[in-house]
């Protein structure tokens, strides 16, 4: 079943119940994807969050009851009666000023408290958190891609969840994930040459969330998702990062040494012993709920004040 979307009818009653909107409207699923996995932390430790996310990402989503609106943007005329009484506590989960620009204006100031999940983008800088009460950022303070450059943020660790990747290892087999086709007929005959002289059988997936088993894998893309919910599984993975506008795959995945630069490394790692660090990255929700000032312990706590 799917997770109950709102009505005109319904809105302005759905507002005057939950304590949070979750602003998550990007050109990517990401963006939903993690507004989905906070108002799942949120219900769960026993406050009220309505999702706000574009059509096109929504049937990506896992079905539930938890309410969502359908939107472009916090400024689309069908959320009017949500803002006539708005939730307590906005999180925005898109660019700062919005995705459409429309927090550049008084419209933020209708919420008591306003949050930014801050992903790290080649479009967002530390003077972007000026608007927000409370910024957090969806990395472990030890491995922050902000590397220092947003000081006001609290770290909450990664905001993935890897309980849909049936990844195991699999000494026979190097597993090619290409979600997007990306690689022509070319590459995959070049890719499938150098599994043989490896001495390995080379497999062709078209989505991360198949049954995977191999010694080696490869992921084309290093999407905020797929690259943290991969290192937490213990399988030798490499990644090729895409050119995004915003999103600095080749970075994230430069800093973790985990990028194929070219084809000449490709032989290399597929003849050398599978490694695979089991404690690459750590999923840890609770700490997210923390860097709201939340708990899931208690029962619902003051929401977080300005300042």
């Not at 319904?10 to 990007?26: P, Q, S």
């Not at 080379?202 to 999407?223: N, P, Q, S, T």
């Not at 990028?259 to 012993?273: G, K, N, V």
């Amino acid at each position: 079943m799917r997770s109950p979307t709102t009505t005109a009818a319904t809105k302005k009653a759905v507002a005057t119940t939950v304590d949070w909107l979750i602003y998550a409207v990007g050109a990517g699923l990401g963006h939903a994807r993690r507004g989905w996995l906070l108002q799942r932390e949120l219900q769960a430790a026993g406050h009220s969050a309505l999702l706000l996310v574009r059509p096109s990402s929504d049937r990506h989503l896992p079905a539930g009851k938890a309410p969502r609106i359908l939107a472009e943007s916090l400024a689309d005329p069908a959320l009017r009666p949500v803002l006539y009484q708005p939730p307590r506590t906005l999180v925005v989960d898109t660019f700062a000023s919005g995705w459409r620009g429309e927090l550049r204006g008084e419209l933020p100031e209708r919420f008591a408290s306003r949050v930014w999940l801050a992903r790290h983008s080649r479009s967002h800088s530390a003077a972007d958190a000026a608007r927000f009460h409370r910024v957090l950022s969806p990395y472990p303070a030890s491995r922050c891609e902000w590397d220092g450059r947003m000081p006001a943020a609290r770290h909450g660790g990664y905001l993935v969840d890897a309980a849909h990747l049936d990844l195991r290892p699999d000494r026979r087999h190097f597993a090619l994930v290409d979600s997007e086709r990306r690689c022509n007929a070319r590459l995959l005959d070049l890719l499938q040459t150098a599994a043989r002289r490896a001495g390995l059988a080379f497999r062709l997936h078209r989505c991360l969330h198949d049954r995977i088993r191999a010694a080696k894998l490869l992921v084309v893309g290093a999407g905020y998702h797929s690259f943290y919910e991969c290192l937490s599984q213990e399988v030798d993975v490499r990644f090729l990062p895409v050119e995004k506008r915003h999103d600095d795959q080749h970075r994230r995945a430069r800093r973790f040494r985990r990028a194929l630069s070219s084809l000449d490394e490709l032989l290399p790692w597929l003849t050398a012993p599978a490694s695979a660090p089991a404690a690459e990255v750590r999923i840890d929700h609770p700490a997210v709920l923390a860097a709201l000032g939340l708990t899931v312990a208690t029962a619902p706590a003051r929401l977080p004040q300005p300042g």
